[in-house]
């Protein structure tokens, strides 16, 4: 995927220290195998999705496995909750209900 850029960055001897991209296995292989000492690091946005969209799944999966209706009840329509930060609820309902689908759900509070 970056053979081209590896061949001029090379000609030029150019040191590579830091090195950032997306989540792509291309690019992680095409770094590592190019500039081993350099520091990889992976961008913002694909990180944050990636942890969004498992703590979706999560939240989905306790949500279906709830027998409880009371239960399913508080989990019933938390995503924002959830994929909010804490710090920025500041409405005492919502921050209430937040702590309780936490309390009440060990898996999606470790998420």
């Not at 990889?40 to 027998?67: A, C, G, P, S, T």
Request: positive net charge; contains cysteine; hydrophobic residues 35%.
């Amino acid at each position: 995927a970056l053979d081209g850029f590896w061949k001029r960055i090379g000609r030029k001897g150019i040191d590579i220290k830091y090195v950032a991209t997306d989540l792509s296995a291309a690019f992680i292989s095409s770094v590592y195998e190019n500039c081993p000492n350099a520091v990889h690091v992976f961008d913002h946005f694909h990180v944050v999705k990636l942890m969004n969209d498992k703590l979706d799944e999560i939240r989905r999966e306790q949500y279906n496995m709830e027998k409880d209706i009371n239960k399913r009840k508080v989990l019933k329509g938390t995503r924002y909750l959830l994929l909010s930060n804490g710090e920025d609820i500041f409405d005492k309902e919502y921050k209430t209900r937040l702590d309780n689908a936490l309390d009440m759900n060990k898996p999606l509070s470790q998420a």
